[in-house]
């Protein structure tokens, strides 16, 4: 059973920051992605942010320059970090590791307000 459990939601003003954190445990080989999807009330799950076990990263356009992902792979970590946050990046923020399948946390709230 593979488990990921994120933390660092949370409600900021425009223009502030945040972090997120996401650990993966359980029976796992290896792990090749990790990443973060968000999904914002009546809108698709869309990719955030995804990090290869290289360190290799790729964002969506509409975060780039203001986001940053990284991981730490021997705690099996993936972090986001997220600067000038603006009320259209409220949304769950959900983590994911790739490693035989998909895994999924349970998702964290980030609530910006104006």
């Known amino acids: 059973q593979v488990r990921l459990v994120e933390s660092g939601g949370g409600l900021v003003q425009a223009g502030g920051s945040l972090r997120l954190s996401c650990k993966a445990s359980?029976?796992?080989?290896?792990?090749?992605?990790m990443g973060w999807y968000r999904q914002a009330p009546g809108k698709e799950r869309e990719l955030v942010a995804a990090i290869t076990s290289g360190g290799s990263t790729n964002y969506a356009d509409s975060v780039k320059g203001r986001f940053t992902a990284s991981r730490y792979n021997a705690k099996r970590a993936v972090y986001l970090q997220m600067n000038s946050l603006k009320p259209e990046d409220t949304a769950v923020y959900y983590c994911?590791?790739?490693?035989?399948?998909?895994?999924w946390g349970q998702g964290t709230q980030v609530t910006v307000s104006s």
């Open positions: 994911y590791a790739a490693s035989c399948g998909i895994y």
């Open positions: 359980g029976t796992i080989i290896r792990i090749d992605d």
